[in-house]
T-cell receptor
Framework: QKEVEQNSGPLSVPEGAIASLNCTYS??????FFWYRQYSGKSPELIMF????GDKEDGRFTAQLNKASQYVSLLIRDSQPSDSATYLC???????????FGQGTTLQVKP | GAVVSQHPSWVICKSGTSVKIECRSL??????MFWYRQFPKQSLMLMAT?????????EQGVEKDKFLINHASLTLSTLTVTSAHPEDSSFYIC???????????????FGPGTRLTVT
């Protein structure tokens, strides 16, 4: 059973701080890794994807990938209350291309 | 990013009736679409993969005769919940794979979801 693991949280950070969200996966053949943001009652929204080891930055968001450790993370700099949501880590399944989702981490940014 | 629409956004139906949900890719052609279900406080559960021009591939435990999927064109997939029961009440979300990205990245973009309530 291929798995994606996330700490369900909630992760609480003060406004302006850096929020660090982590994800581990079991499928060593996975090539692509995604972070989705889901507000309560809404569908997931793609924030970033990464497929090479290292860091990928987009505005306040940085995705980090370490394939040797099977670890993906998302950093949110200068966190805002509007960043409060559930963040889903998704990993492509190597033999099918389907996405395997983690349970999500709830982030709370307090003013 | 790519735009995916879903219709209706919410629906209430009586037990025993059927409900059809549409998923459209608006600015790209999607050969592959996916249907998910999400219960409150839970993560997404993949129900089936919808391929244009061929039969859908259902995940283990999903009844294909109850959840009928049709992907008749490159921009439209439909999910029909047949003989709906209260336990089918859930948030149904479709996604479409954007073929314009790299072949290995498999980005999926989600529709806004359909909230189904069966009374």
């Amino acid at each position: 059973q291929k798995e994606v693991e996330q700490n369900s949280g909630p992760l609480s950070v003060p406004e302006g701080a850096i929020a660090s969200l982590n994800c581990t996966y079991s499928d060593r053949g996975s090539q692509s890794f995604f972070w989705y943001r889901q507000y309560s009652g809404k569908s997931p929204e793609l924030i970033m994807f990464i497929y090479s080891n290292g860091d990928k930055e987009d505005g306040r968001f940085t995705a980090q990938l370490n394939k040797a450790s099977q670890y993906v993370s998302l950093l949110i700099r200068d966190s805002q209350p509007s960043d409060s949501a559930t963040y889903l880590c998704a990993v492509n399944e190597s033999n099918t291309g389907k996405l395997i989702f983690g349970q999500g981490t709830t982030l709370q940014v307090k003013p | 990013g790519a735009v995916v629409s879903q219709h209706p956004s919410w629906v209430i139906c009586k037990s025993g009736t059927s409900v059809k949900i549409e998923c459209r890719s608006l600015d790209f052609q999607a050969t592959t679409m996916f249907w998910y279900r999400q219960f409150p406080k839970q993560s997404l559960m993949l129900m089936a993969t919808s391929n244009e021009g061929s039969k859908a591939t259902y995940e283990q435990g999903v009844e294909k005769d109850k959840f009928l999927i049709n992907h008749a064109s490159l921009t439209l997939s439909t999910l029909t919940v047949t003989s709906a029961h209260p336990e089918d009440s859930s948030f149904y979300i479709c996604s479409a794979r954007d073929p314009r990205g790299l072949a290995t990245t498999y980005e999926q973009y989600f529709g806004p979801g359909t909230r189904l309530t069966v009374t």
